[in-house]
């Protein structure tokens, strides 16, 4: 079992940075792919961003257009999310999540997942 709690999520301006954080605990959670997702509110559940376990190949939601980073910790057990010129297209609950060894897109091959934490982005 691997257990996720996000942190850093909040209100911000258009614009502003924030950085999202991921603390997975378990046996051998430093060993599993992980990847964010967001949902809007009456939006489905969408892929952000996914990382090896090694923290070094990530994927990334190609319209982001670099404005978000992922990135693991040095212990390998925690992830983070920077997002940089966020907009309010970016408002959404963003839920971490670890697998096996996957780290695409496809968040039904994600066998854990965080409670979700909220992002609000005002124009």
């Known amino acids: 079992q691997v257990q996720l709690a996000e942190s850093g999520g909040g209100l911000v301006q258009a614009g502003d940075s924030l950085r999202l954080s991921c603390a997975a605990s378990?046996?051998?959670?430093?060993?599993?792919?992980m990847g964010w997702f967001r949902q809007a509110t009456g939006k489905k559940r969408e892929f952000v961003a996914a990382i090896k376990w090694d923290g070094i190949t990530a994927n990334y939601l190609p319209s982001l257009n670099g404005r978000f980073t992922i990135a693991r910790g040095n212990a390998k057990n925690t992830m983070f999310l920077q997002m940089n010129s966020l907009k309010p297209e970016d408002t959404a609950v963003y839920y971490c999540?670890?697998?096996?060894?996957?780290?695409?897109?496809?968040?039904?091959?994600?066998?854990?997942w965080g409670q979700g934490i909220q992002v609000t982005v005002s124009s």
């Open positions: 378990g046996r051998t959670a430093g060993d599993y792919g």
């Open positions: 999540a670890a697998s096996g060894y996957y780290y695409g897109d496809d968040y039904g091959r994600y066998s854990y």
